[in-house]
Nanobody, 126 residues
Framework: QVQLVESGGGLVQPGGSLRLSCAAS????????IGWFRQAPGKEREGVAC????????YYADAVKGRFTISRDNPKNTAYLQMNSLKPEDTAVYYC???????????????????WGQGTQVTVSS
């Protein structure tokens, strides 16, 4: 059974940092691209960052480029999203997602990913 579990969310002040984790089980981790999405209240789910399976190359949405870093630890079946210089507009539920056939090279769409976690809340507020 495929399972993705996010953790690390919370309340942080503007300018602060958080590191989200995505722990996976039930599938061959190395064969999957991993993505992070977020969804704020009343807004559509948007892609934030993606890391590919084969070469470890990454893609970032313009809104987070230079502030967020995606990484993966294959022996631990875990992906991370390091978020620095957080802004109030980063407030959202953050989801990790996985897909075996995807190669991330541009705009991320939720329909591109087949497996999803339940999400973790990130709130940036003073």
């Amino acid at each position: 059974q495929v399972q993705l579990v996010e953790s690390g969310g919370g309340l942080v002040q503007p300018g602060g940092s958080l590191r989200l984790s995505c722990a996976a089980s039930g599938f061959t981790w190395d064969d999957h691209a991993i993505g992070w999405f977020r969804q704020a209240p009343g807004k559509e789910r948007e892609g934030v960052a993606c890391i590919n399976r084969s070469d470890g190359s990454t893609y970032y949405a313009d809104a987070v480029k230079g502030r967020f870093t995606i990484s993966r630890d294959n022996p631990k079946n875990t992906a991370y999203l390091q978020m620095n210089s957080l802004k109030p507009e980063d407030t959202a539920v953050y989801y990790c997602a996985a897909d075996m056939d995807l190669y991330c090279s541009g705009l991320m769409m939720p329909g591109d990913f087949t497996s999803w976690g339940q999400g973790t809340q990130v709130t940036v507020s003073s």
